[in-house]
C-alpha cells in the first residue's frame, strides 16, 4: 500500500534523516530542503542509476558538468529572459501571492477568499544575482532555471572533442533554481531543486521518432526505479502549457500522495535552442560592432557527411526532476504492514540498488569483544565490495536494529552471534527485508553472497 498521505512522508524523512527543511533553526526557507544522512545516499543511488542507464548502458551519449552561473545572453538567446514567466495574482486583502494557473477560480482568493484580487502579471522565475564587486546594469546575470542551456552552449566542445555524429546525446545532472512564487508539496515544487537532463541531437526529420522512443525509454527507466505501472501516466502537452522551445512535450506524470503531477517532461526542442545561439553569432558574433564577449561566437552546427553539409540538429530532451524522483520512489516504497503476531511494521520497499545502506551488519552483544570485532571485519570486507554503504551498528539490540533497518528501506541485516564466534565456518544470521526471512551463511562465503544478491535484484 503507498503512502497515504505527504504528512507521514514528511514525518519519515524527517525522523530517519532523509530530509529536512532548509535554514530550519531560523525558522526555515520557503521551497528549499537539506537532505540528511540518507537522503543524500538515496539522491546519489537515483543519480547513479541515472547516469548508468543514460551513459554507461549506451555508446551514443556523453556526460558533461556545466558552470551553473552562466554568461546573462545565454538566457536573452535562449528565450528564458523574455518568456520564462509564471502569471502571478496578488490578494488585496491578505497579501496572499498566488499562481494564477493554479488558483480554483483568478478572481477569487485562494487564501481569504477575498475578490479584491489583481489581474495576473507575469512574473519571472529566474533569480537575479550579481556577479563581481560591481554592481551596475551590466554585471547581472542569472541562476540557471534549467541545466539544459549549459549542454547547448557546449555542444560544438563536445563536437569537437569527441567527433560525435549524429545522433547523439549529451547527459547532465546538477542544480537548477526558479523563483517559485507558491512552492509546495515537500519536495515537489521547491526554489533550488536538481534536474538529470539528456539533450538527444538528432537529424531534422528523425525528431519524432526520436520522441517516440525517449518517452518509451523513460517510462520503461521509472519502472525499473520501481515504481508502479499503474501509478505512471502520460500527458501529452498542448497550447499554451507548451514551453516556448517546444514542438511537443510528453509529460509523465506520477501518482503523488497530492495527485498524479509531473515527474519528467520529454519535449522535442526542435532546433530552437541552437539555431537560435547560432543565430546570435550570425548576427553579432562575427560583427566587429558589437563587444566579443556579448554573443556567442560559435556555430552550433554538424557535418552531415551523407549530405555534405551543414546542420543544426534537433533536439529531444528527457528532463527528470531528480528531487520528484526522490518523492516518487519513497512514496511507493512507503508501506505498513500488519504482521501475523498483531503488531505492524513500517518498511521502505526501495529497489536495493537505491537503498540508502546497502546491509546493516550489527552484533548480537554489545559488549562482547569477540562478536562486536568479528562484525567490524565483516563490515569492513562488505564495503570494500563497492555496492554503496555498509553500516555497522553496535546496538546491542537486534530486534529494534531490524524494525529501524525496514523502516529505512535496508535490503539485508546481518546479525553476528556466538554461533559466528564459537562454530566453523563462523556462520551469520542474514535477514531479509521484505520477507523477513532468515537464513545462515558462512563468513567466507558472505562476499560472493551479498554480490550474487544485489546483481541478480538489479536484473
Ligand atoms: N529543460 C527542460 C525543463 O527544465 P521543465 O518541465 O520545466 O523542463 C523538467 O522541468 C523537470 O524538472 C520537471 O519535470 C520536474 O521534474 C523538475 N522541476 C521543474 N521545476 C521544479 C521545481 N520547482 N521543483 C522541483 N522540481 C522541478
Known amino acids: 500500500m503507498p503512502a497515504k498521505t505527504m504528512d507521514e512522508l514528511v514525518s519519515l524523512c524527517k525522523r530517519r534523516g532523509f530530509i529536512f527543511q532548509g535554514s530550519e533553526i531560523y525558522g526555515g526557507m520557503q521551497g528549499a530542503y537539506d537532505y540528511g544522512p540518507l537522503g543524500v545516499e538515496l539522491k546519489n543511488n537515483l543519480k547513479d542509476a541515472w547516469w548508468r542507464a543514460m551513459v554507461y548502458d549506451r555508446d551514443d551519449v556523453e556526460g558533461l ?74 554585471s547581472y546575470t542569472y541562476l540557471r532555471p534549467e541545466t539544459a542551456q549549459g549542454i547547448f552552449t557546449n555542444f560544438k566542445n563536445v563536437v569537437d572533442s569527441t567527433s560525435r555524429a549524429l545522433p547523439f546525446g549529451i547527459a547532465q545532472i546538477g542544480k537548477s533554481f526558479r523563483n517559485e512564487i507558491t512552492p509546495r508539496n515537500f519536495i515537489f515544487r521547491v526554489r533550488e531543486f536538481e534536474q538529470m537532463e539528456l539533450e538527444f541531437f538528432c537529424k531534422p526529420g528523425e525528431d519524432e521518432q526520436w520522441h517516440d522512443t525517449w518517452v518509451k525509454l523513460r517510462k520503461q527507466w521509472w519502472l525499473d526505479q520501481g ?171 537486534v530486534g529494534k536494529g531490524y524494525r529501524r533497518h525496514d523502516e529505512v528501506g535496508t535490503p539485508l541485516c546481518i546479525t553476528v552471534d556466538f554461533d559466528t564466534i564459537e562454530q566453523e565456518g563462523a556462520p551469520v544470521t542474514v535477514r531479509h527485508r521484505d520477507t523477513m526471512a532468515q537464513e545462515v551463511v558462512n563468513t567466507a562465503d558472505l562476499p560472493s553472497f551479498i554480490l550474487n544478491y544485489f546483481v541478480n535484484q538489479e536484473a
Not at 554568461?71 to 490578494?91: A, I, L, Q, R
Not at 501571492?97 to 475578490?115: F, L, N, P
Not at 567490524?376 to 553496535?394: D, S
Open 227 to 397: 515504481l508502479a505501472e499503474e501509478n505512471i501516466q502520460f500527458e501529452y502537452v498542448t497550447g499554451d502549457d507548451l514551453a516556448h522551445y517546444s514542438k511537443a512535450t510528453v509529460d509523465i506524470l506520477y501518482k503523488f500522495p497530492h495527485g498524479y503531477e509531473e515527474l519528467e517532461g520529454v519535449a522535442n526542442r526542435t532546433d530552437y535552442d541552437l539555431g537560435s545561439h547560432t543565430k546570435a553569432q550570425e548576427e553579432f558574433g562575427l560583427s566587429a560592432k558589437v563587444k566579443k564577449n556579448e554573443h556567442s561566437t560559435t556555430k552550433l552546427a554538424v557535418r552531415d557527411l551523407e549530405e555534405n553539409k551543414n546542420v543544426v540538429p534537433f533536439c529531444i530532451e528527457p528532463s527528470a526532476g531528480l528531487d520528484r524522483g526522490v518523492l516518487a520512489v519513497l512514496t511507493e516504497a512507503y508501506t505498513e504492514e500488519e504482521l501475523e503476531n498483531g503488531s505492524s511494521r513500517i518498511v521502505l520497499k526501495l529497489k536495493p540498488h537505491l537503498a540508502p545502506i546497502k546491509v546493516a551488519v550489527l552484533p548480537l552483544k554489545k559488549n562482547k569483544t569477540e562478536i562486536v570485532e568479528a562484525a567490524k571485519a565483516i563490515k569492513n570486507r562488505l564495503q570494500k565490495l563497492g555496492l554503496g554503504r555498509i553500516l555497522f551498528e553496535n546496538t546491542g539490540n
Open 65 to 138: 558538468d556545466a558552470a551553473i552561473i552562466q554568461n546573462k545572453y545565454v538566457y536573452k538567446y535562449s528565450g528564458h529572459e523574455d518568456t520564462f514567466t509564471d502569471p502571478m495574482v496578488d490578494c488585496h486583502d491578505c497579501k496572499a501571492r498566488m499562481r494564477a494557473d493554479h488558483m480554483k477560480d483568478i478572481k477569487v482568493c485562494d487564501q481569504c477568499g477575498s475578490t479584491k484580487v489583481t489581474e495576473p502579471r507575469d512574473f519571472n522565475l529566474m533569480f537575479k544575482t550579481n556577479v563581481g564587486p560591481m554592481v551596475n546594469e551590466e
